[in-house]
């Protein structure tokens, strides 16, 4: 096997890693209930029903069903990708399987519970930002890096236009 798929390793991880921290967070903190870490960061124990960054969590329950969906369908449409993709383009199969990897710890969670389980406060003075978790880090750190090899590969690109 020498397409991306060789990769998904880096997926199962992610979804153990945020499998297992949100297991903790259920047993070892109060709903709601911010857990002082350093002067930005508090763990705190919230439920989204929405999507990431608890956007539409206050939705009427159609959310939950549409994302669930969005999350399965994404994740189908990266692992075909992955299989597309030759191994050795590891940058671009690395935010791949970050991806994949938060969509589906986030899925097993709405199939599971109803709702995500979000964790993870930073703030700076007032300013709370919403509550978050492994998966959407992995999310958020993969989509960033599909960003950087589109820019790059534009860049390399255009340099190679212009020595013709």
Same mark, same amino acid.
């Given at each position: 096997?020498?397409?991306?798929?060789?990769?998904?390793?880096? *997926?199962?991880?992610?979804?153990?890693?945020? /499998?297992?921290?949100?297991? *903790?967070?259920?047993?070892?903190?109060?709903?709601?209930?911010?857990?002082?870490?350093?002067?930005?960061?508090?763990?705190?124990?919230?439920?989204? !029903? =929405?999507?990431?960054?608890? &956007?539409?969590?206050?939705?009427?329950?159609?959310?939950?069903?549409?994302?669930?969906?969005?999350?399965?369908?994404?994740?189908?449409?990266?692992?075909?990708?992955? @299989?597309?993709?030759?191994?050795? /383009?590891?940058?671009?199969?690395?935010?791949?399987?970050?991806?994949? =990897?938060?969509?589906? =710890?986030?899925?097993?969670?709405?199939?599971?519970?109803?709702?995500?389980?979000? &964790?993870? /406060?930073?703030?700076?003075?007032? &300013?709370?930002?919403?509550?978050?978790?492994?998966?959407?880090?992995?999310?958020?750190? =993969? $989509?960033?890096?599909?960003?950087?090899?589109?820019?790059? !590969?534009? @860049?390399?690109? @255009?340099? $190679?236009?212009?020595?013709?």
């Amino acid at each position: 096997m020498h397409s991306g798929l060789r990769w998904i390793w880096i *997926a199962v991880i992610v979804f153990i890693v945020d /499998q297992l921290t949100k297991y *903790a967070a259920l047993n070892y903190l109060m709903d709601y209930e911010p857990l002082v870490i350093t002067r930005f960061f508090n763990l705190t124990l919230a439920y989204n !029903k =929405g999507a990431a960054f608890s &956007f539409l969590n206050q939705a009427s329950g159609w959310q939950l069903w549409f994302f669930g969906g969005l999350s399965l369908v994404v994740s189908i449409a990266i692992l075909i990708w992955l @299989k597309r993709l030759a191994y050795q /383009q590891r940058w671009l199969n690395i935010a791949l399987t970050f991806i994949v =990897g938060g969509a589906l =710890g986030n899925l097993f969670d709405r199939i599971c519970y109803g709702h995500v389980i979000d &964790f993870i /406060q930073l703030h700076i003075s007032h &300013f709370y930002w919403p509550v978050f978790n492994i998966a959407d880090s992995a999310i958020c750190i =993969g $989509a960033f890096m599909l960003v950087v090899d589109a820019f790059l !590969k534009e @860049k390399k690109g @255009k340099s $190679a236009n212009c020595q013709l």
